[in-house]
Each structure stands twice: as structure tokens, then as C-alpha cells.
């Protein structure tokens, strides 16, 4: 089916269709069955969009909970520095922006050696101390957060746990940190004399119930790791300089407990697009596989995720979902729905080539596409043997041209890219997105954008209008750390050599002022008014003007990239058409619209709309 009725490098134009409905409500349900609960925000997820960002890195609201990993250390940068308390302090900024739901990263219980991003998970029944602070526990943020009308997203990991294990539920094996020696190592600045967690008296960390006697017994004692401690595997007497560091920082998966873990081996980037792979081996030292099949996984991830839910958050993010398999997934999300009904789930689902599996011409498994998790069918060449899964996935397709298209200031491939809308269940639950957390737009996708600002706007004006809820990473809206790598590219680096610097300098009472007149803060600003006045842009589908309904709510949308152009639009709805952008209004009775757009802006021309809405910027004019 043609989606677009103009398209070329310069400029795109699409029709959107929505049918009526209110914006006051949904017909989203919940059952939350705890007392004194905080009651979730009932609007339909589409209607929202999003700001995303890392709590440890985002504003420092309490010094006393500070804490640095084993790895990358600078002294003046904790790696968790941000903090709950300061997320709170500072929700009017997001709010300013104009967002209305806010995705935070897994807040659950970490253990690691560079635990900070919180998918290190060691307790999900427990929120990470190092976040709350009296007065600003978990709870106290979501109150906060629906106060000012925000709805809360929770990332959720399910595939892996730490290798400390799941606290109270089971132990991997291994030696604790404090006995480790090593010829000419230099222990980092806050550890002192070993890498025994550093606040705690006794340099152990690991307090899982499940470990034997022998360990825990090394809670309450010997800080310094002087021994003696016999290695129940080997029968070697520790301390000892140069023993094998895996007993240390590794696992052994052939003892892995089989009720809890798969013992599949260790996934490679060689072999990350087999499905077997992807879906049954380790992802690295400090994330073991989790058997999401058995029993014993499924009853506590679903317990724990009902403390969540009777907390009052409102949706579920699914990181790593790719490598779960997608009805193996919903076996989870049924039972999460059977407790609140409608639960909106996103799926982070990263494509391997083109995103569309053996639809497109990689022939990568499409069992390890966006597009498969969105459907219900089991056949990998049809989406339409199944109907919607109801949930909803990262626009990583869209995603994936942005270094040829917008981030080369052009529209280049947009049309190709959904076109191919009808193999999603449902293309307006699909969430896009300039940044994630360890991915960039540009042809090096380790890094964030680095081109021109206006290149930028052209790509967060295509994200608000096309189909589908935008996302923000924290930090696009001033151009945060432009062009520095959003993953480690080098053993040197630390966390302010990278996207995940600390982001709360920029919203410092000093500098506030100066992130809150950045020329893309004011464009996204206004996007999210416009978006919020007009529902064919928050539900609307793309479509021929042909195939219209006659009781619906239409919009007109065309976009330009570096140069002014016109657009002529045929088989339209006659009526009395409205631009957000300019004023402009049509009478339109031949069912043709013409309209001009200056370069980097849109025209959002909308049947009986609401007319102009706000103000003119460097970019909407």
C-alpha cells in the first residue's frame, strides 16, 4: 500500500487518520488490590510521549547515597550520583519540556562492577538504596510524578540476573571480592586494600541467604581478607597472589542452578543473530541467563512485579526482550494483565538488519524482529497469521536509517520504512526514537548525533507527527554531549567522557536558564504542545486520502529538509482546514490542498483544527 502521497529527499507529506475520541480519558481498567494504592493515570498510552532517562545520572539531590563501581573511577563523578530525591527536585523541568510520561531505567536492587545502568539485577523485590533518600523513596516519586500528571514507565529486566545471584531466591557460586590479589594491582581510590564493596564494614556485599555458611560467614568478618579461606572447589588456601580472577568475577555455568538458569554457554557477536543463541545464552559476566520458562522464574518475577504495580507505576519498558522468546513473554504479560488490565507494555526488541527478518532481504530471523513481538501468528514470513500481541515496540527500523536520512538531512528511505507498517499489529503502538541509552544516529551508532542542529529538528518534527509515540533520551533537548560515544570505547574512559555523563550541571539553578532556551528545548517544547492539541497526531494512521472514514479526524502533515517547498495534496475530505504552524487556514471544496513550508519546519494542516498553536521558533515558522 502507497503511505505517502508526496516523498522525495527534500520533503515528505502523509495523511492521518484517526476516528474520533476523547482526550480526556480512555477506556483503560485497572484491578490493584493493596491498600492505599497509588492509582495509575487512566489516558490511552498513545496520547503520551515520553522522556527518557538514567536516575543515577540525571541530578544529585542527595550526597550521602553516592557510590562508586569497582570500574572507570573518577573522583568527582560517582557513578550513582542522581538520585530519586533529585529527580523529584526537578520534574518541572520535563514538565516544562512538555512531556507527560516519564521511562526511568530498572530502579531494582543492582550488584556489579558497573551496576549504575541497573541491569545488573540482584533483588527485584527491592528498590536500590542508593536512589531513595528519606522523604524520596520510590513511592514518594510516583506521587510526585502523577501530582504533576506524569505517568511512570519501569524498565523491567527478565532475562538475566547478576552473578551475585537473586537475593533469598538462589546463589551463584563464586569467592568474595575481598580475597582477590593480583600482582601489581593497584586497588582504586574509594576501595581500600581489595575490591570488598567499600561501604560495607565488612567488604562483602553479597548478602544472599542462599550462599553457604562459609560465605556468609565472611559478612561479619575479616574486612581485609587476610584468611585463611579454602576454596571448596579446588581446596586452594586463600589469600593467594595471582589465583584464577574467574573464581572471583566469573561464573560457572556448569553448576548453575538448572531450576533458575540455562547452562547454554556465553553469547558471542558471532552468533548473537542465531535465535537459539540469543534466546538461551549468557549476555556477559554480570548477566546470567535466567530460565524464564520454569516455574520458579515465572512466580517471582510476577510477585515482584506486582509490588510495582500496587506502587502505582503505570506501564512496564522490557528491556533485552529479544532474547526471551516472544510467547514465552506473554506468558507474563497475561498474568501481569490478569492483576491490572491494560497494562502498557513496551518491548525493547534491537533489529538485526533491516528490522523486518525473512520479510526483508537480509533474512535475518524475523522471530528477533520488532514486528514478531507486535503479533500474535507463528508463521515468519506472514504477520497476518496472528493478530495484535498488544504490545509495543521500538521503532528500530525507523531507527536505523536515521544515518542516511535525517541525520544526513534528508527524508531519504522514510517512505520504504513504513510502508512496511502493515506487518506490526498495530503500527500506532510503535514508540520512536533518536537515541537509546547505548545507541546514536549516525553511521558509527556508538555515538551521539554530532551533525547540525537544524538536522536534529528535522528528525524530532518527522518523530512527533508520523504514527507511533516519540521518545526523548535526556539530554537531545541542549544536544548533551554531542557527539561523544554513548557506550565505553576505550579502557580509559569514564562516565563524562561518554553520553551517560552527569546530566544535573545542565539543570543547576546557574545554568538552567541557559538548557531551557536551547533552540532544540524550545522546538521540542512546542512539538509537544501541538502534538497534545491534535489527536490525528497522537492515534492517526497513515493512509490514502481514499481510504478515509467519513466521521474522522484528519490532518494534512508535510515536512521539509533544508529548503522551503510546496506541497499539492489531492483527495482530501473538503472542509476547513487549519495549520498548527503558520495560522494559515483553507476552505477546501475540490478535495486538493496546496500549502508551503519553510526549510526545517512543517505544516500540520488539520480539518476543523484548532489553528495555530504556539510560538514561531528557529525551526516552526
Given at each position: 500500500m502507497k503511505i505517502f502521497s508526496y516523498t522525495n529527499l527534500k520533503a515528505i507529506c502523509f495523511l492521518l487518520f484517526c476516528t474520533a475520541f476523547s482526550t480526556q480519558g480512555s477506556s483503560y481498567e485497572t484491578n490493584l488490590q493493596a491498600v492505599n494504592q497509588e492509582i495509575p493515570l487512566e489516558r490511552d498510552f498513545r496520547a503520551e510521549t515520553i522522556y527518557s532517562l538514567q536516575v543515577s545520572r540525571f541530578f544529585d539531590g542527595d550526597l550521602e547515597n553516592n557510590f562508586f563501581c569497582r570500574e572507570r573511577i573518577k573522583k568527582e563523578d560517582p557513578h550513582w550520583r542522581g538520585d530519586l530525591k533529585g529527580l523529584i527536585e526537578h520534574l518541572d523541568y520535563i514538565q516544562n519540556l512538555g512531556f507527560t510520561a516519564i521511562s526511568i531505567n530498572q530502579p531494582v536492587e543492582n550488584r556489579g562492577s558497573l551496576d549504575f545502568q541497573g541491569d545488573s539485577s540482584y533483588d527485584w523485590m527491592k528498590i536500590d538504596p542508593r536512589l531513595e533518600s528519606p522523604g524520596a523513596t520510590f513511592k514518594d516519586f510516583i506521587h510526585a510524578a502523577h501530582q504533576r500528571g506524569f505517568k511512570v514507565i519501569q524498565t523491567f529486566i527478565l532475562?538475566?540476573?547478576?552473578?551475585?545471584?537473586?537475593?533469598?531466591?538462589?546463589?551463584?557460586?563464586?569467592?568474595?571480592?575481598?580475597?582477590?590479589?593480583?600482582?601489581?594491582?593497584?586497588?582504586?581510590?574509594?576501595?581500600?586494600?581489595?575490591?570488598?564493596?567499600?561501604?560495607?564494614?565488612?567488604?562483602?556485599?553479597?548478602?544472599?541467604?542462599?550462599?553457604?555458611?562459609?560465605?556468609?560467614?565472611?559478612?561479619?568478618?575479616?574486612?581485609?581478607?587476610?584468611?585463611?579461606?579454602?576454596?571448596?572447589?579446588?581446596?586452594?588456601?586463600?589469600?593467594?597472589?595471582?589465583?584464577?580472577?574467574?573464581?572471583?568475577?566469573?561464573?560457572?555455568?556448569?553448576?548453575?542452578?538448572?531450576?533458575?538458569?540455562?547452562?547454554?554457554?556465553?553469547?558471542?557477536?558471532?552468533?548473537c543473530s542465531n535465535l537459539t543463541s540469543a534466546q538461551g545464552q549468557h549476555l556477559g559476566t554480570d548477566s546470567i541467563d535466567l530460565a524464564t520458562e520454569n516455574w520458579k522464574v515465572k512466580n517471582y518475577f510476577n510477585q515482584a512485579?506486582?509490588?510495582?504495580?500496587?506502587?502505582?507505576?503505570?506501564?512496564?519498558?522490557?528491556?533485552?526482550?529479544?532474547?526471551?522468546?516472544?510467547?514465552?513473554?506473554?506468558?507474563?504479560?497475561?498474568?501481569?494483565?490478569?492483576?491490572?488490565?491494560?497494562?502498557?507494555?513496551?518491548?525493547?526488541?534491537?533489529?538485526?538488519?533491516?528490522?523486518?527478518?525473512?520479510?526483508?532481504?537480509?533474512?535475518?530471523?524475523?522471530?528477533?524482529?520488532?514486528?514478531?513481538?507486535?503479533?500474535?501468528?507463528?508463521?515468519?514470513?506472514?504477520?497476518?497469521?496472528?493478530?495484535?500481541?498488544?504490545?509495543?515496540?521500538?521503532?528500530?527500523?525507523?531507527?536505523?536509517?536515521?544515518?542516511?536520512?535525517?541525520?544526513?538531512?534528508?527524508?531519504?528511505?522514510?517512505?520504504?520504512?513504513?510502508?512496511?507498517?502493515?506487518?506490526?499489529?498495530?503500527?500506532?503502538?510503535?514508540?520512536?526514537?533518536?537515541?537509546?541509552?547505548?545507541?546514536?544516529?549516525?553511521?558509527?551508532?556508538?555515538?551521539?548525533?554530532?551533525?547540525?542542529?537544524?538536522?536534529?529538528?528535522?528528525?524530532?518534527?518527522?518523530?512527533?507527527?508520523?504514527?507511533?509515540?516519540?521518545?526523548?533520551?535526556?539530554?537531545?533537548?541542549?544536544?548533551?554531549?554531542?557527539?561523544?560515544?554513548?557506550?565505553?570505547?576505550?579502557?580509559?574512559?569514564?562516565?563524562?567522557?561518554?553520553?551517560?555523563?552527569?546530566?544535573?550541571?545542565?539543570?543547576?539553578?546557574?545554568?538552567?536558564?541557559?538548557?531551557?532556551?536551547?533552540?532544540?528545548?524550545?522546538?521540542?517544547?512546542?512539538?509537544?504542545l501541538i502534538r497534545s492539541k491534535i489527536p490525528a497526531l497522537q492515534m492517526g494512521s497513515l493512509f490514502q486520502g481514499k481510504e478515509w472514514g467519513q466521521n474522522g479526524i484528519n490532518a494534512v502533515v508535510g515536512l521539509s529538509a533544508g529548503i522551503d517547498e510546496t506541497f499539492t495534496v489531492e483527495r482530501i475530505r473538503n472542509g476547513i482546514y487549519f495549520d498548527a504552524i503558520t495560522s494559515g487556514s483553507q476552505n477546501i471544496s475540490s478535495g486538493s490542498i496546496t500549502f508551503s513550508v519553510k526549510a526545517n519546519s512543517a505544516g500540520i494542516w488539520v480539518k476543523n483544527g484548532p489553528g495555530k498553536i504556539g510560538e514561531d521558533g528557529p525551526f516552526l515558522k
Open positions: 532475562n538475566h540476573s547478576s552473578n551475585y545471584g537473586i537475593r533469598n531466591q538462589v546463589f551463584v557460586d563464586r569467592l568474595p571480592h575481598k580475597f582477590f590479589r593480583k600482582t601489581g594491582l593497584n586497588v582504586p581510590w574509594p576501595y581500600v586494600f581489595n575490591l570488598g564493596n567499600y561501604k560495607n564494614p565488612f567488604r562483602e556485599d553479597n548478602d544472599n541467604p542462599r550462599a553457604p555458611e562459609w560465605f556468609q560467614d565472611y559478612l561479619r568478618r575479616d574486612p581485609w581478607g587476610q584468611g585463611p579461606l579454602i576454596d571448596s572447589k579446588t581446596g586452594v588456601k586463600l589469600p593467594l597472589e595471582n589465583y584464577n580472577p574467574q573464581r572471583f568475577f566469573g561464573t560457572d555455568e556448569a553448576i548453575l542452578d538448572r531450576e533458575w538458569y540455562h547452562r547454554n554457554g556465553w553469547l558471542t557477536p558471532e552468533n512485579l506486582r509490588v510495582y504495580l500496587d506502587l502505582g507505576i503505570d506501564a512496564i519498558r522490557v528491556d533485552f526482550a529479544a532474547n526471551i522468546d516472544r510467547n514465552e513473554l506473554l506468558t507474563f504479560v497475561n498474568q501481569w494483565r490478569e492483576y491490572k488490565r491494560n497494562l502498557f507494555v513496551l518491548t525493547d526488541v534491537p533489529s538485526i538488519g533491516s528490522g523486518f527478518g525473512q520479510l526483508g532481504s537480509d533474512k535475518y530471523p524475523s522471530e528477533l524482529t520488532p514486528w514478531w513481538y507486535s503479533r500474535l501468528g507463528n508463521d515468519v514470513k506472514n504477520p497476518d497469521s496472528g493478530g495484535f500481541s498488544n504490545l509495543g515496540v521500538l521503532d528500530y527500523p525507523l531507527f536505523n536509517i536515521w544515518p542516511k536520512s535525517t541525520s544526513n538531512g534528508t527524508f531519504q528511505g522514510v517512505g520504504d520504512v513504513v510502508s512496511m507498517d502493515w506487518v506490526y499489529g498495530d503500527p500506532t503502538h510503535l514508540v520512536t526514537f533518536f537515541h537509546n541509552f547505548n545507541l546514536g544516529p549516525g553511521l558509527d551508532n556508538r555515538y551521539r548525533f554530532n551533525g547540525e542542529t537544524w538536522k536534529a529538528a528535522i528528525s524530532y518534527n518527522l518523530m512527533w507527527t508520523i504514527r507511533g509515540i516519540p521518545s526523548l533520551l535526556c539530554g537531545e533537548e541542549i544536544e548533551f554531549m554531542k557527539g561523544y560515544p554513548q557506550v565505553f570505547t576505550n579502557e580509559l574512559e569514564t562516565l563524562d567522557m561518554t553520553g551517560k555523563a552527569y546530566f544535573g550541571d545542565r539543570i543547576s539553578p546557574e545554568n538552567i536558564s541557559a538548557s531551557q532556551n536551547h533552540p532544540l528545548y524550545k522546538h521540542i517544547q512546542r512539538l509537544n
